[in-house]
């Protein structure tokens, strides 16, 4: 790969010309709001629509992009493309408006194609962990001067937000597999961070979601590289196979390699702090420490993934792992949100049984002396589903836990499928509570100081942070 200090863009990096125009539906999203933004960065006219306003549409509005709320058809340029993601239903008043006057309509995924094109893409894919991958792979590379451009869906601690269009050639973007939309991409690198079953939804089974990374790294242009997880079986499959077709491929992780990569990363033991957590990788040639000022085991191995990807695009070793260090984390990604009574509130987006165990085992690292306590938020009926025993293991690592009703997002509700399915696996240690509000002001009911109180999931768990907060400060 080309040195990654030439940080000139191609010639043919894109600037949108005023006169192009985008409608967003379903602007608020994480990963919509992104797009918008770079978009908007890249001179186009840009406007959208949420159902709700939010943090995020009042912050996109301040940066001068026009919102609407509610979804109305009239909200749509007659001349603007339409850009749309998986949760928009064909029924959507402004995607049938656009439909019916034959305006053009992309994905979101094609739009943030259309963003990075002239770039090296660099995409991260994988069932969890492509977003603290992403953003300290961005971090990383912006701290060392190469002005990158990223779209990550969350916010990136101490740069900004998840969107950046910069002027340099390497363009970071977190790849999502939830709808098979990153075959849209075609990255220089594609570094994949597990490949562990999930959105079966969509995919039906794990040979079909497996086989949808497998037409990922098929997506790989020509000389490019994969860079996958090798303590994950499912990379470990996929590394194995892409090797078989020719593609490229090195590997990173606490275990062995893959046989047949041109390398492998190994990822020594974890040195944990009160405020961080560092460890050596050893690429072959030498060892070199990387040091984090977040905590977690999960995050170190995140950062050997970032540090093997940022030395594959030409930086030094020692210079990368230096680098790293400067990654300050991303939004609710154990995100503290305030102190009240001597109890700690954190907010987490897991939404995966994997992620929600990597979340505990983080917070038995730092809690001390007090109790554990989780506000989960299940997110898809889908998956409340098919992982509810596993989601019941996971959430027995906790001392407390209260379990609120699912966040259906894109989905219908299923009959027999609720919060209440996952607490029925716990032998009683768990507690269903349908209404949110009263779900939060129960688990802060029992909060004492020195406690920690978790509120977690992907959905609107994350507004009630506050509502613990103001529950155990009040007299």
Known sequence: MKDARTREASPDAPRSTPQEKYHL?????????????????????????????????????????????????????????????????????ELAAARERSQKVLHRSQALALAARGRDFVAVAGAHGKTTTSAMIATALNGLGLDPSWAIGGTVMGVGGGGRLGGGRIFVAEADESDASFLNYAPRLALVTNVEPDHLDHYG????????????TRRIVPGGLLVVCADSDGAR????????????????????GVDGVERHVRLGAADRGPSGISGEVDDGDGAVTIELGVVGEHNLLNAAGAWTAGVELGLGRREMAAALAGFAGTGRRFEL??????????DDYAHHPTEVEATLRTARD????????????????????????????ALGLADDVVVTSVYGAREDPVDGVEGDLIT??????????????????AIASRCAPGDLVLTVGAGDVT?????????IGAP
């Open 25 to 93: 539906v379903g602007i608020g999203g994480a990963g919509m709001s992104v797009v918008a933004e770079l978009l908007a960065a890249s001179g186009a006219a840009v406007s959208g629509s949420d159902s709700k306003e939010s943090q995020t549409t009042r912050r996109l509005a301040a940066e001068g992009i026009s919102v609407s709320i509610g979804h109305d058809a009239r909200h749509v340029p007659a001349d603007a493309v339409l850009v749309v993601s998986s949760a928009i239903r064909e029924g959507n008043p």
């Open 205 to 216: 089974s794990r040979e079909a979601f497996e086989e949808a990374f497998a037409d990922f």
């Open 237 to 256: 499959r996929l590394a194995a196979q892409a090797v078989s077709e020719g593609i490229r491929a090195v590997s990173y992780g606490r275990g062995q």
């Open 337 to 346: 949100r305030g102190v009240a009574s001597g109890v700690r509130v954190v």
């Open 366 to 393: 730092v809690v001390g002396d007090g109790a554990v306590r989780v506000l989960f938020q299940p997110h898809l009926y889908s998956r409340t589903r098919e992982f509810a025993r596993e989601f019941a293991r």
């Open 424 to 441: 029925s696996h716990m032998a009683g240690a768990g507690q269903y509570v349908a209404d949110r509000l009263e779900a939060a002001r």
């Open 463 to 471: 507004e009630l942070a506050p509502v613990i907060l103001e529950t």
